[in-house]
């Protein structure tokens, strides 16, 4: 498999859950600034919506949208408990994870590297994403990951993201809940060696 990535992106969430599931891959940088690979291939040809992740399965397809490519690692390697079993009411509060993530936490940010965006409304930006957070961070009051004491893929996802809080210059560190439970994702080798990863390409 291919995982199309670029450093420190919302891709850095899939890479997290393959090498939690044990799953081999290659990764190959898609710079998000000039949609180019490193042979020089023009990443439009390969995803038309030019951004990341993209994963190539073994057979050619390919799988855009993180929030699927996490459910569909998940699926393949059942064991590794990323996600619940299809069909049952777990499954679904996992979606729900994943979609208050991406549609509440992660595209809320876009402003924030839009260097043409206003300051001023960056700042409405900054308020909306810190109520998010301290939203997650009265849920994470009575349990170690967003469904319970089980790493999924929701944590994976969500680890990423809140870890543009520091370089948007949003802060946490009043979310104690937060705080420990981004200290403790950390802490997972999968996630230490998925960063270390990318910090060496």
């Not at 992660?106 to 260097?115: G, R, V």
Request: proline share 7%.
């Amino acid at each position: 498999m291919k995982l199309f990535y670029s450093p420190g992106a919302c891709s850095r969430a899939v890479r997290i859950a393959l090498h939690e599931a044990a799953m081999p891959f290659e990764g190959v940088l898609a710079s998000t600034k000039t949609h180019e690979l490193p042979d020089g291939t023009d990443y439009y040809t390969i995803n038309p919506k030019g951004y990341v992740p993209l994963l190539e399965l073994d057979d050619g397809q390919r799988l855009t949208e993180a929030q699927v490519i996490l459910q569909w690692v998940a699926d393949q390697k059942p064991e590794s408990r990323l996600a619940p079993p299809a069909g049952t009411m777990p499954r679904y509060r996992l979606m729900e994870w994943l979609s208050f993530v991406s549609s509440e936490v992660h595209k809320q940010f876009s402003p924030l590297f839009d260097p043409s965006y206003p300051e001023e409304a960056k700042q409405i930006q900054r308020g909306k994403i810190s109520r998010r957070l301290a939203w997650v961070d009265a849920q994470l009051a009575d349990r170690q990951y967003l469904m319970g004491d089980t790493f999924t893929v929701a944590d994976a996802y969500f680890y990423v993201i809140s870890g543009w809080t520091a370089p948007m210059k949003i802060d946490i560190s009043s979310l104690k809940n937060l705080v420990a439970y981004r200290r403790r994702v950390g802490e997972r080798p999968a996630v230490q060696r998925a960063v270390k990863e990318e910090e060496q390409a």
